[in-house]
């Protein structure tokens, strides 16, 4: 099916592991962007990739790692997970980046729940 | 001071009620406003939006734009079990600028 699918769903992992959730998207959107969802912050930035091997920082980088070697896909990385790192954790694509084309918005996944004891 | 704000809720109102959601920005580049539905163990989608100041109907939601007190609603008409999500407003500025989303008001509508 067409579309934008992350995975894990559910995630449990200890103090200091590293982790890595995977996006994949269909569209061949150029950009690719990944964010965290927790109580009372909304939605953050964490990354975001402009196409294959062009990566840029968001909003709360530091602890986070992205790849894109391949246009569908856009792993995030935890290089050792630690416990502020529980979150739900959303990939996004768009096929331009949103500020230059209110017809692109972001098209999200349902998410990677994950849990760091 | 946040750049966007909206009251977490959640808003709880009976079938068919009108619904009033809003949110509150500062940066004066915004120039267009979306809203983003999201349900429960999901991702958001977009619902809709609008350009600068003034109204944009679609169905029963209709989003409206006050950019002289930096204002923004939606609003929801006969309003369904179905609508019970979470709505998060999104301002955009043109080009490569910072993506902001309001934290969202959860909305339950009982049958």
């Known amino acids: 099916d067409a579309g934008i699918t992350q995975s894990p769903r559910y995630k449990i992992t200890e103090t200091g592991r590293q982790v890595t959730l995977m996006c994949h998207q269909t569209?061949?959107?150029?950009?690719m962007f990944w964010y965290r969802q927790d109580l009372g912050h909304g939605l953050r930035l964490i990354y975001y990739?402009?196409?294959?091997?062009?990566?840029d920082k968001g909003e709360v980088p530091d602890g986070y790692v992205v790849s894109r070697s391949k246009t569908e896909n856009f792993p995030l990385t935890l290089e050792s997970a630690t416990r502020s790192q529980t979150s739900v954790y959303f990939c996004?694509?768009?096929?331009?980046?949103?500020?230059?084309?209110?017809?692109?918005?972001?098209?999200f996944g349902n998410g990677t729940r994950l849990t760091v004891t | 001071q946040k750049e966007v704000e909206q009251d977490p809720g959640p808003l709880s109102v009976p079938e068919g009620a009108i619904v009033s959601l809003n949110c509150t920005y500062s940066?004066?580049?915004?120039?267009?406003f979306m809203w983003y539905r999201q349900y429960s163990r999901k991702g958001p989608e977009l619902l809709m939006y609008?350009?600068?100041?003034g109204n944009k109907e679609d169905g029963r939601f209709t989003a409206q734009v006050d950019k002289s007190s930096k204002y923004i609603s939606l609003f929801i008409r006969d309003s369904q079990p179905s609508d019970s999500a979470t709505y998060l407003c999104?301002?955009?500025?043109?080009?490569?600028?910072?993506?902001?989303f309001g934290t969202g008001t959860r909305l339950l509508v009982s049958p």
């Open positions: 990739s402009a196409a294959a091997d062009i990566t």
């Open positions: 609008t350009y600068s100041s």
């Open positions: 940066n004066s580049a915004f120039q267009y």
């Open positions: 999104a301002p955009r500025s043109t080009g490569f600028q910072k993506l902001v």
């Open positions: 569209w061949s959107h150029s950009y």
């Open positions: 996004a694509s768009s096929l331009v980046f949103p500020g230059q084309n209110v017809d692109s918005p972001l098209h």
